[in-house]
């Protein structure tokens, strides 16, 4: 084993005569000091240059806001949800309650993270094992998936915002989510005592989260009478309705049937085959988390079509941080010149990224435009609906560059009749099944 090399006065004094050897670091140090990094690295041209129109566009109203929570990936479901909804009940503008559905999610996730856990003590899994660790650690995050999303969609439904409106745990889940984290913990802490009755700490466990949870986001509608006017001011009234009937009435998209494609890039894992993450899902008895593993340019084609023909919105998951301008909301592979103010190259392949932990899927969204050249095939910019409020970008929405897409974006939601059949035939084959830690795991 090679033994570590103390930082020495002589290696210091080296790496100082190289720093003031070179003119461009000084002035970057001085630009960078004064201003931040993203305002020296800020590719100008590219910048200016990258057109915010498009060839189609969907208008799916005002942006939504998911506050200070990591509730991506129901946002930006529900924001496809709702464009179909507005179409169904002739309305300009209409929200789902994101709050509604993170109660049921979590309260799923609850009862599987304990069931889930129990079934690892009863098999002797030691507690400090990778995988207790990493369950431990990931316990009660806000993120998720499309899959996860419907399930609890086909479950519990769906009612408007207003009839379960934000809360200050659901706007701020910080202290939500840690205080249910330590409950799951101390739950399995007993699991692993001497002649612990699992189903016993798991009732209780499960009880308290229901109540914690009732008590930070308030008590969820069973029913509620429905009454609307239309955007051509005509009055509406259905009377009581469940959010599960309300759901299957006004989203009849088919949403729940869709597909999850993935770009892994990684060589081992071929593509048109099936993909699963090992422990990781919210509804015990709801579909699995899996994925079909597909060429980034076909998850391109889907969404450009679903767009350009059906119309309507198209969600996505992405590693959103690199190359990012939030304010102006902008995305492309070479907005920000890092490697020339740092005098490094950043030479990772996408491939790479995901293999040394470079980068993962961290958020979702909507894909609500697309400029087409004139072959009608070659994809140049997307438009994009965001859940980050509208006082950032375009009123909320953002502009992505085609290569951007190709390194940055993993995942697309397509209806499974888009799929050649080929693609269909691995829906039906097992999925390849990869360790709760994997990256492909990672949640938006």
């Given amino acids: 084993m090679t033994a570590l090399a103390p930082l020495d006065a002589r290696t210091l004094g080296t790496l100082d005569e190289h720093f003031k050897a070179g003119d461009a670091h000084r002035l970057a140090m001085n630009a960078v000091t004064a201003s931040g990094i993203a305002n020296v690295a800020r ?17 799916n109203g005002e942006v939504t806001n998911q506050r200070r929570s990591g509730r991506c990936w129901l946002f930006s479901s529900l924001n496809v949800a709702r464009f179909v909804a507005k179409r169904s009940l002739n309305l300009k503008e209409f929200e789902f309650s994101q709050n509604y559905a993170m109660y049921y999610d979590k309260l799923e996730r609850i009862n599987y993270f304990l069931h889930d856990v129990a079934g690892l ?15 431990l650690a990931d316990a009660m995050g806000d993120g998720g998936q499309w899959t996860m999303a419907m399930n609890v969609y ?12 934000e809360t200050e745990s659901s706007k701020n889940t910080g202290e939500m989510n840690i205080q249910l984290r330590s409950m799951l913990h101390t739950a399995v802490a007993h699991m692993y005592e001497d002649g612990a009755d699992l189903e ?20 969820p509608p069973k029913s509620f009478d429905w009454e609307w006017t239309d955007k051509d001011d005509t009055f509406h009234r259905v009377g009581e309705i469940t959010p599960v009937d309300f759901w299957k009435r006004y989203v009849d998209a088919g949403l729940e049937d869709y597909v999850c494609l993935v770009d892994d890039p990684r060589r081992e894992h071929p593509k048109g085959k099936k993909i699963g ?24 084609e889907c969404a450009r079509e679903i767009l350009s023909e059906q119309g ?32 490094v190259d950043f030479d990772l392949d996408k491939e790479q990224r995901v293999r040394f932990g470079d980068s993962a ?27 980050w409020g509208d006082a950032v970008a375009d009123k909320g929405y953002f502009t992505m560059s085609d290569d951007w897409f190709t390194q940055y974006v993993y995942e697309v939601a397509v209806p499974k009749s888009m799929l050649p059949e080929e693609y269909r035939k691995a829906l039906d084959e097992p999925a390849i099944m990869l ?10």
């Avoid at 098999?123 to 369950?135: T, V, W």
């Avoid at 004139?374 to 965001?386: A, I």
């Fill in 361 to 387: 899927m961290n958020h979702a969204m909507a894909f609500v435009g697309v400029d087409v050249a004139d072959d009608q095939k070659t994809t140049r910019r997307w438009r994009v609906e965001n859940s």
């Fill in 154 to 165: 086909r479950k519990y439904g769906a009612v408007p915002k207003d009839l379960f409106p």
């Fill in 312 to 343: 309507i919105p198209v969600w996505f998951g992405c590693d959103c941080h690199p190359m990012m301008d939030r304010q102006n909301g902008a995305w492309a592979t070479d907005l920000f010149e890092y490697g020339r103010v740092y005098d």
């Fill in 200 to 219: 016993s700490v798991v009732a209780e466990a499960l009880e308290a989260g229901h109540r914690m949870l009732t008590i930070h986001l308030g008590e």
């Fill in 43 to 59: 590719n100008y041209d590219r910048s200016r240059l990258l057109q915010r129109r498009f060839s189609v566009t969907v208008d």
């Fill in 435 to 444: 360790p709760a830690w994997d990256p492909m795991g990672a949640l938006a």
């Fill in 121 to 135: 003590v009863r098999a002797g899994e030691p507690n400090d094992s990778r995988l207790m660790q990493h369950l």
């Fill in 277 to 300: 993450i090992e422990h990781l899902a919210n509804v015990a008895d709801g579909q699995a988390t899996e994925y079909l593993n597909v060429p980034n340019a076909f998850m391109k």
